[in-house]
């Protein structure tokens, strides 16, 4: 395939990334996750940007030497902008822009959620719009409905705790390691998930369309539910009962996203769905999906691999933005809060 020579860099959370892309395909792909952070059950900010700090230049010349190119080569550079840690974002914008400086070549500034709604068009050619996007990962909750690149309208999104958040949070009370969402997916398989009724917040409260909660999600009681569950149960020892814990919470996260999707593709009258962001990786969430879109439905989702946060998504929404005639200026800097490009209410 054609097309410019892309490198894209992700350094926004926990991953250091780099890839480089030709057109769409993929020459080489670093991901390299910090386990520093396993032993405080959750990214420590100021670790993250240290860690990446000291690999960055070994991802990005990785990446090079399995696409059997020189950083010369590159054509356009690409880098996540926010949203995501400051302190980490920075060191990524901070080594693409002097890249980009130093050999005179256009540098885009790549929205993180923009970005996973990509990732499933690396690997399978399909994937594009019109869709409804399910954006579920460690820091945001997002329902789009997706006419086509680069317009996205919000349907809902989270009232509180990103789905991911509220995964890696329940394995923390759970004791289970971090990231939270794989470990509860490990253990939950030896569980029943209707052995305890956790909430399903804003599905069974006889939401209308129009209502401002019909798209939205609320995971915060959700977790206090576990928590005072385990609170209940801990005098008598835990152990035995994480896997229902995990079950029953797995499929209450999994009731709510389904239902709430369900919702957007009834009002689009689309019945092509996108997941992506690391819990798309949730293998109940995505038979869940399709069970609930039927024969007649689509699901489009990432491999587990380009669910998570990967740096050829940022490459592929850097080439989707290039070609569309946009450049960032080398006072590009990343911004935690960064807004959704082209996002309409
Ligand atoms: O997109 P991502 O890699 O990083 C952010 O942009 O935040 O998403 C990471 C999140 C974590 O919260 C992790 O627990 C969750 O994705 N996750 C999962 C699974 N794999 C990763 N959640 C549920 N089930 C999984 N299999
Ligand atoms: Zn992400």
Redesign the pocket.
Known sequence: MDGPIVLGLET??D?TSAAVLRGEEILGHIILSQDEHQVYGGVVPEIAARAHIRVVDDVVNGALKQAGITLEEVDVFGVTAGPGLIGALLVGVAWAKAAAYGLGRPLLGVH?MEA?LFAASLEDPDATPPFVALLV???HTLLLWVPEWGRYELLGATRDDAA??A??KVAKILGLGY????E??RVAPAGRTDAFAFPRPMVSGGQKPGDDDYFDVSFSGLKTAVLNQVRELEPDGLEGRVPDLAASFQAAVVETLVTKTMRAVTATGCRRVLVG???A??RALRSALRQALGPDGVLLHPSARLA??NGAMIARTALFRHLRGEAAPLTLTARADLPFPGLER
Do not use: L
């Not at 990231?179 to 794989?182: A, I």
């Open positions: 926004s959370c991953e993180h996973h990962s460690g820091g991911g958040e995964f890696d990231p939270g969402g794989p509860i997916e962001g690391g819990v990786a949730s998570t946060d």
